[in-house]
T-cell receptor, first 117, second 114 residues
Framework: NAGVTQTPKFQVLKTGQSMTLQCAQD?????MSWYRQDPGMGLRLIHY???????DQGEVPNGYNVSRSTTEDFPLRLLSAAPSQTSVYFC????????????????FGDGTRLSIL | RKEVEQDPGPFNVPEGATVAFNCTYS??????FFWYRQDCRKEPKLLMS???SGNEDGRFTAQLNRASQYISLLIRDSKLSDSATYLC???????????????FGSGTRLSIRP
């Protein structure tokens, strides 16, 4: 089982460059989300999606775009990289719960370690 | 006030000790609760779900107190390999509801010494 796959695992960018972090899951999960985690800090939600064609902002959305054209893929785009975006990025997914409940745990990818110079 | 709060620690305990963490949440609409474990520079991994009746998985016991709005994690006979950060996670709202949200606590660091 592949689960949640993130690519690349490591990336170094220069300030002002743009790039896309890829996230794919093969579990047919409806819910997908992107988090960033700075050293010694907790996870902060960037964007999330409850299904194909639906996305919404999390706690720290500025500087990032997302799209969800398929159930499987949820790419995160950095529009113009800044040193403040140096972080570890985690993608996660979870299924909808039974009877409309939002009660399923998330599955995480291995993370993308991003450095902006 | 944060929606989910944890004592950041670090908790530094000897091998074989019993250690307990609490996590408080502020929204009574919260409906699902989990403990995750995160090792340094790795992704969070589900440790266990937390049920109203309490649940146990080997050396780990999780409890939920809805009246007081907290969940707890008890680790018995701690091992060196239990050293990690433990994250409390709360799901609130119903599916496709604008109020639905997954909220992570900042984590409690645990260090087990020989």
């Amino acid at each position: 089982n592949a689960g949640v796959t993130q690519t690349p695992k490591f990336q170094v960018l220069k300030t002002g460059q743009s790039m896309t972090l890829q996230c794919a899951q093969d579990m047919n999960h409806e819910y997908m989300s992107w988090y960033r985690q700075d050293p010694g800090m907790g996870l902060r939600l960037i964007h999330y999606s409850v299904g194909a064609g639906i996305t919404d902002q999390g706690e720290v959305p500025n500087g990032y775009n997302v799209s969800r054209s398929t159930t499987e893929d949820f790419p995160l785009r950095l529009l113009s990289a800044a040193p403040s975006q140096t972080s570890v990025y985690f993608c996660a997914s979870s299924p909808a719960g039974p009877n409309g409940l939002f009660n399923q745990p998330q599955h995480f990818g291995d993370g993308t370690r991003l450095s902006i110079l | 006030r944060k929606e989910v709060e944890q004592d950041p620690g670090p908790f530094n305990v000897p091998e074989g000790a019993t250690v307990a963490f609490n996590c408080t949440y502020s929204n009574s609409a919260s409906q699902s609760f989990f403990w995750y474990r995160q090792d340094c520079r790795k992704e969070p991994k589900l440790l266990m779900s937390v049920y109203s009746s309490g649940n146990e998985d080997g050396r780990f016991t999780a409890q939920l107190n809805r009246a007081s709005q907290y969940i707890s994690l008890l680790i018995r006979d701690s091992k060196l390999s239990d050293s990690a950060t433990y994250l409390c996670v709360v799901n609130k709202g119903r599916w496709h509801s604008s109020a639905s949200k997954i909220i992570f606590g900042s984590g409690t660091r645990l260090s087990i010494r020989p």
